[in-house]
């Protein structure tokens, strides 16, 4: 599974940008997105399971970000809105083979990763 993420770029604080994650292949797995600031660690951000029924958030993003899926266009989106200087990362998504209707949230379950997309959020 390759996963190719695309939508990051400079956006003024108070904007919104859409993130997209790309699968080849048909991924009937749990997807997640995940940010990585300058000197810190890779982080959750939220995830999604197989049919987009359910969504995990990390509690501080809860409200402004939202992550859905389109399976017939083997595609996940996340959603940002209200952006601070504070959410500039890269943003990974990454797909969780042995998750179908769940939501992990741990780094360590995920199986794929896609090579990141820049936030960058200024003042």
């Known amino acids: 599974v390759q996963l190719v993420e695309s939508g990051g770029g400079l956006v003024q604080a108070g904007g919104s940008l859409r993130l997209s994650c790309v699968a080849s292949?048909?991924?009937?797995?749990?997807m997640g997105w995940f940010r990585q600031a300058p000197g810190k660690e890779r982080e959750f951000v939220g995830s999604i399971n197989w049919s987009g029924s359910r969504t995990d958030y990390v509690d501080s993003l809860k409200g402004r970000f939202t992550i859905s899926r389109d399976n017939a266009k083997n595609t996940v989106y996340l959603q940002m809105n209200s952006l601070k200087p504070e959410d500039t990362a890269l943003y990974y998504c990454a797909a969780d083979k042995t998750a179908t209707w769940d939501t992990p949230s741990r780094l360590a379950l995920y199986d794929y990763w896609g090579k990141g997309t820049l936030v960058t959020v200024s003042s």
């Open positions: 292949g048909r991924t009937f797995y749990a």
